[in-house]
């Protein structure tokens, strides 16, 4: 288990800015920490195993630290909502989704310490209750019968707090035949003693937490005066609204409204607007969608619900434990505090290392002389990734990986706390995808030293761990780089990377905001000089949000290696309303950026690398000097070669340009390695690697009519090699060739009458 | 239905994944041996838990519902992922077919 965690409070920083760490401690009452550069996260003792630079700082030294929690679950609050002291009639569309969970709250204006108020909410099994709370007492009254999961109701619940007269109607939108939820039913309870404040899908806890939380959806919450038949509701909502009833208004939030902001819009008279704590999704379609349009911008009334999950988390909101302002020469490069509690053994691992980037300085000013190679910190990829746990969520992680599931110490402690908040590669507890994913919180795979399930045999390195083999290679080599993260790019832009001749990717640069891929484009038309380092790159596209800064949003639609499906209607990002999914999708593949596309993935073992004949082009006589070898990277640290877990090939049709050259195709690859969904139509029996020719990664390389150049290793395991034999080997060498080739300032041929361009 | 392991037909495939429990196996059939056994069917998942990376592994069993806890099976500690994947592999082997195997992974000439 983990006795120690933390997270920094940003994933990119200049020298002379601060940052702050949030650290929590399982253990003892303080910690060690120390700033350490990040050369190399990977244990595996056939590599050259961990390293890290420590870098005297003010951070250095012991720290108080205590235990630090998170508060999941998403809820809307209406601070100065008033109390509800006179009879009131509450109607709502709901949509349940997790009814095995007990005690959850539809509405409250609660005092958890006193037990007085009124609750309105579902117990296990689907039943909807109402409590009031007051001088008599607590006092519930439960519907007789239960709400069927993932149907749509209306509900009304009218109730006197002075007398204590409860009805609870609720009426599915679809009548199925042998159904039994229909409930119209009458109770007495004691009167009940209301308080300031109001909250929809959550309850405010005694402690200071939120909880009780409800899962699923609502759209169009309305009070309104006095006690009313269920009948009303529909009058309720039509717009423009009823006159008459409109004077009885103390309520209507409307949740079509600012769909991308974390405010909800009281349309009624008293503007009690409400706010959104924990991101709960929103664009999500109502109870009245009908199909005839997809997007929420275009038919906002619509997509009236909003769906809370009681697993939702934004921003853990974590005490600062050690801030840190960098020091002005700080060189751009991968770092770390290294937080520790005492030694780790087998039962517990009590250090971590928080990970964060330094980017050059902001201030042109003092940048002095930069290095011309910038390697763009895959953030987006690793936000999509923060604590990746379909090896607990979904089951059948284990035919896929070929081998036993791996759980570390981080793995057990991410099983106990669900609070941590998923990827968007998890589903929440009630079944529906995790569209949001939040760097506000500790992200356990984030980390040096982390050792994961999903990685090939081996070291078993995904994303940052797996990135640490090219920072490493990096240093061994004696590159100086900069660093530019995604987030840095998405608010950037060109300007960012426009001075950088060679941009590196990490190993699984896989998302990419609208703007980021429009400034990488720009600066490859322009001349730039693209070593792509990994595979399945520029895949899905992802939002950001100015309202929820830290958050990062994706729609799973239409296609794609999907480990969970959005729902139709729901394919369009509510923070910025863009058509979410696949670049490719979008008419923007991979190739037209990288020269490649992803092709095949699979998790079991790598393979290697076979020349083709346009490794003998002379335009690619620079790659290979000193590398007569037939076949490239049979050996590494992920699978055992260079090509492998995800896969990309060039395709011309896809947009490949025209003169890629194919250098070296990988073959061998077993049969758990798979031809990617979207390469087919009517399902071939042949989808392995052993049977399938499609089912390759291609080295690749090509000039841009800007001068510049693309590169392409096309496999997510190819740093994985960097290291072999002393780092003097076949993989090592190619890549040292193009990088030192690609720093050259000489421009590459852009005709074939260009010297050297012709065999 | 799918394919139903049978000890008589499937036998040959055990000293195969005796000499490599992870790697590329180069018979199909054991590849569907091993498909059938991976195949997730409810109830609790077995996992591999890294006591220490590289050097220390026990078995675990994770229930189907993240509420209830990991069962860790740290009476029977494994030096390598190979050792741990031959130990689950003779359970399922009893499993499927009933047999018992009495074979430990590092005992190759046996």
């Known amino acids: ?759 | 239905m799918v394919y139903k392991i049978v000890a008589e037909d499937d036998r040959k495939y055990v000293e195969e994944f005796r000499e490599a429990p992870i790697t590329a196996h180069r018979s199909p059939g054991l590849q569907r041996v091993l498909n059938i056994m991976r195949l997730y069917r409810g109830g609790d998942q077995y996992i591999l838990i890294a006591r220490k990376e590289f050097q220390d592994y026990v078995i675990g069993r994770m229930p189907p519902l993240r509420d209830d806890p990991i069962v860790i099976e740290d009476g029977m500690v494994f030096k390598s992922r190979e050792a741990a994947e031959w130990e689950l592999f003779c359970r399922r082997w009893r499993q499927h077919t009933g047999e018992i195997i009495n074979q430990h992974y590092e005992d190759k000439t046996a």
Not at chain 1, 252 to 259: A, L, P, T, Y
Not at chain 1, 600 to 605: E, I, K, L, V
């Open chain 1, 1 to 759: 288990m983990l006795k120690i965690t933390g997270y920094p409070d940003r994933y990119s920083v200049a020298p002379g800015e601060t940052i702050a760490f949030k650290v929590s401690l399982e253990e003892e009452d303080s910690f060690e920490a120390r700033l350490v550069r990040v050369i190399h996260g990977d244990a595996n003792p056939q590599g050259p195993g961990l390293k890290f630079r420590h870098v005297p700082s003010e951070a250095d030294g012991r720290h108080p630290g205590f235990t630090q929690t998170m508060d999941a679950g998403s809820y809307m609050t209406v601070a100065g909502f008033p109390a509800l002291d006179a009879a009131f009639t509450f109607y709502t569309m709901i949509w349940p989704t997790l009814l095995r969970r007990d005690d959850q709250t539809i509405l409250s204006q609660w005092d958890d310490a006193t037990g007085t108020g009124i609750h309105i909410g579902l117990k296990a099994g689907g039943f909807v209750t109402v409590t009031l709370g007051g001088p008599g007492g607590v006092k519930q009254a439960i519907a007789p019968k239960a709400m069927v999961q993932r149907q749509w109701y209306a509900l009304a619940v009218a109730v006197d707090p002075v007398s204590g007269a409860v009805r609870i109607d609720q009426s599915p939108l679809i009548p199925y035949a042998m159904s039994d939820d229909r409930v119209s039913a009458q109770f007495t309870l004691s009167p009940a003693a209301p308080l300031p404040g109001l909250m929809l899908a959550g309850t405010a806890m005694a402690d200071g937490t939120v909880g009780r939380h409800f899962d699923g959806k609502l759209d169009s919450p309305i009070l309104i005066e006095g006690i009313h038949p269920a009948a009303l509701q529909d009058r309720l909502m039509r717009a423009p609204r009823d006159i008459e009833l409109g004077r009885l208004l103390l309520a209507h939030w409307d949740f079509s409204q600012k769909i991308d902001t974390a405010e909800t819009v009281d349309t009624g008279p008293y503007c009690l607007h409400g706010t959104l704590g924990n991101l709960p999704t929103r664009g999500m379609k109502g109870w009245n969608w009908t199909g005839e349009d997809h997007s929420w911008t275009r038919k906002p009334e619509h997509y009236g619900a909003i769906h809370f999950h009681s697993d939702d988390l934004y921003d853990a909101g974590w005490k600062t434990s050690v801030e840190v302002t960098l020091p002005e020469d700080l060189p751009s490069g991968p770092y770390a505090l290294h937080v520790s509690c005492g030694e780790s053994d087998v039962d517990a691992t009590r250090e971590d290392y928080i990970s964060f980037f330094v980017t050059p300085p902001k201030d042109p000013a003092k940048r002095g002389k930069r290095p011309k190679l910038c390697f763009l910190a895959p953030t987006c990829s690793y936000i999509a990734y923060a604590n990746h746990a379909e090896h607990i969520t979904a089951r059948g992680v284990e035919i896929l990986m070929n081998r036993m599931v791996h759980f570390g110490h981080s793995d057990l402690w991410m099983y106990d706390h669900p609070e941590l908040g998923g990827s968007l590669y998890d589903t929440h507890a009630d079944g529906s995808g995790v569209a949001y994913s939040s760097r506000l919180r500790p992200v356990l795979n984030f980390k040096a030293q982390y050792h994961s399930w999903l990685g090939g045999h081996g070291s078993a390195v995904y994303q940052y761990n797996a990135d640490t083999h090219l920072f490493d290679w990096l240093e061994e080599k004696g590159f100086d780089y900069d660093v530019i993260t995604d987030e840095d790019l998405h608010r950037g832009g060109l300007s960012l990377i426009e001075p950088y001749d060679v941009i590196m990717t990490g190993t699984h640069p896989e998302y990419h905001s609208t703007a980021m891929w429009d400034a990488m484009k720009a600066w490859i038309d322009r001349g730039g000089r693209l070593m792509y380092m990994g595979g399945n790159g520029w895949y899905w596209r992802v939002a950001f949000s100015d309202h929820w800064p830290g958050a990062m949003e994706l729609r799973r639609a239409e296609d794609g290696i999907r480990p969970w499906i959005a729902e139709p209607g729901e394919y369009y990002h509510s923070f910025n309303g863009e058509y979410g999914g696949l670049w490719r999708r979008l008419g923007r593949a991979p190739n037209v950026m990288a020269g490649v596309g992803f092709i095949a993935q699979g998790f079991d073992f790598s393979s290697y690398y076979r020349r083709a004949p346009d490794a003998d082009n002379p335009r690619a006589r620079f790659i290979f000097e000193g590398v007569p070898d037939e076949i490239i990277g049979d050996f590494g640290l992920v699978g055992g070669g260079a090509a492998g877990i995800e896969l990309d090939c060039i395709t011309t049709d896809l947009g490949s340009p025209t003169n890629m050259l194919r250098l070296a195709s990988s073959e061998g690859h077993s049969g758990m390695m798979l031809l990617v969904n979207e390469e087919f139509g009517p399902v071939p029996p042949n989808l392995g690697g052993d049977q399938n020719d499609r089912v390759r990664a291609d080295l690749a390389f090509g000039e841009t009519a800007a001068g510049g150049a693309l590169f392409a290793t096309s496999s997510i395991a190819w740093c994985g090699s960097l290291s072999h034999n002393g780092y003097d080997n076949n993989v090592s060498r190619i890549t040292e060739n193009v990088l030192r080739r690609f720093l050259d300032p000489a421009p590459f041929p852009t005709s074939p009458d260009t010297e050297g361009a012709r065999p």
